[in-house]
């Protein structure tokens, strides 16, 4: 039993080119801190419990010689989070060139973000982590939080302290309207409709894994969004519930053993 209840409802992607940052926001979020990575090799799951569900999310390899698994890893998927780096606009172009095919084969109702990451280079106020609500962090009442046991969201990242950050600006090269017009042509590669889709605004991040700056707002809006298909797959399961394999095999040879005398 405790094995079935590990099992994931759904299954939530990052996709995105190599060194813009995915694998430190999956560490921000789940581990609450920032520390440097290496590149991914292949792929690599966390397990996230949300409540009384169970969410996969899946860090991909950015590289070109990993880039054909990452349809595999995308099959089935709720939710793709397509990353890029806030100061390479070559990295905002690769997910529309490169990466946004490989979602063909994620579900025909899956949720897409487009995630700005490295915020803290280029925004001042990306060096203050926020909360799922968008309102700046207390570190106290996040300490009382921890005191709770029935509170289903994380609580919010602690932000880097002022000595980790340079301090030295760099030239932002994609601005949040880039990232909401690359939202609107994935709606139209995936034949969806504009005004019965997800709002841009809704789905379009800047985000700081150093700092924490919107990390926990991304993934738990994601986390929010993705209920209605964790519900329904547990209603369909319900309805048609899987036949254990090894008691029907058990049961067939038992029959099996009555039958020959």
Same mark, same amino acid.
């Given at each position: 039993?405790?094995?079935?209840?590990?099992?994931?409802?759904?299954?939530?992607?990052?996709?995105?080119?190599?060194?813009?940052?995915?694998?430190?926001?999956?560490?921000?979020?789940?581990?609450?801190?920032?520390?440097?990575?290496?590149?991914?090799?292949?792929?690599?799951?966390?397990?996230?419990?949300?409540?009384?569900?169970?969410?996969?999310?899946?860090?991909?390899?950015?590289?070109?010689?990993?880039?054909?698994?990452?349809?595999?890893?995308?099959?089935?998927?709720? %939710? *793709?989070? &397509?990353?890029?780096?806030?100061?390479?606009?070559?990295? /905002?172009? #690769?997910?529309?060139?490169?990466?946004?095919?490989?979602?063909?084969?994620?579900?025909?109702?899956?949720?897409?973000?487009?995630?700005?990451?490295?915020?803290?280079?280029?925004?001042?106020?990306?060096?203050?982590s926020r909360t799922s609500d968008g309102q700046p962090e207390d570190q106290t009442e996040c300490e009382e939080e921890r005191t709770e046991p029935q509170v289903l969201s994380a609580c919010p990242t602690p932000p880097a302290s002022?000595?980790?950050?340079?301090?030295?600006?760099?030239?932002?090269?994609?601005?949040?309207?880039? %990232? *909401?017009? &690359?939202?609107?042509?994935?709606?139209?590669?995936?034949? /969806?409709? #504009?005004?019965?889709?997800?709002?841009?605004?809704?789905?379009?991040?800047?985000?700081?894994?150093?700092?924490?700056?919107?990390?926990?707002?991304?993934?738990?809006?994601?986390?929010?969004?993705?209920?209605?298909?964790?519900?329904?797959?547990?209603?369909?399961?319900?309805?048609?519930?899987?036949?254990?394999?090894?008691?029907?095999?058990?049961?067939?040879?038992?029959?099996?053993?009555?039958?020959c005398c």
């Open positions: 039993m405790p094995d079935k209840m590990k099992r994931p409802d759904v299954k939530l992607v990052l996709l995105g080119d190599m060194n813009v940052g995915k694998t430190s926001l999956l560490h921000r979020y789940m581990e609450r801190k920032f520390k440097e990575t290496v590149s991914t090799v292949g792929g690599a799951f966390f397990l996230k419990q949300w409540g009384p569900y169970n969410i996969s999310i899946w860090d991909t390899a950015g590289r070109e010689q990993f880039h054909g698994l990452g349809s595999m890893y995308c099959r089935g998927a709720a %939710a *793709v989070i &397509l990353t890029y780096d806030v100061t390479n606009w070559q990295s /905002l172009a #690769e997910l529309e060139e490169r990466f946004l095919s490989l979602t063909d084969t994620a579900n025909h109702d899956c949720i897409y973000a487009i995630v700005g990451n490295k915020a803290d280079l280029t925004d001042p106020k990306a060096h203050l002022p000595a980790s950050l340079s301090g030295v600006m760099l030239h932002k090269q994609v601005t949040h309207e880039d %990232a *909401v017009a &690359l939202y609107g042509r994935i709606l139209r590669y995936k034949g /969806l409709d #504009e005004k019965s889709s997800l709002p841009a605004e809704k789905v379009c991040f800047e985000t700081s894994a150093k700092t924490g700056y919107n990390v926990d707002a991304l993934f738990e809006t994601m986390f929010d969004l993705v209920l209605p298909s964790i519900l329904r797959k547990r209603h369909e399961n319900q309805e048609s519930p899987t036949v254990d394999l090894e008691d029907s095999q058990g049961a067939h040879s038992r029959k099996a053993r009555i039958g």
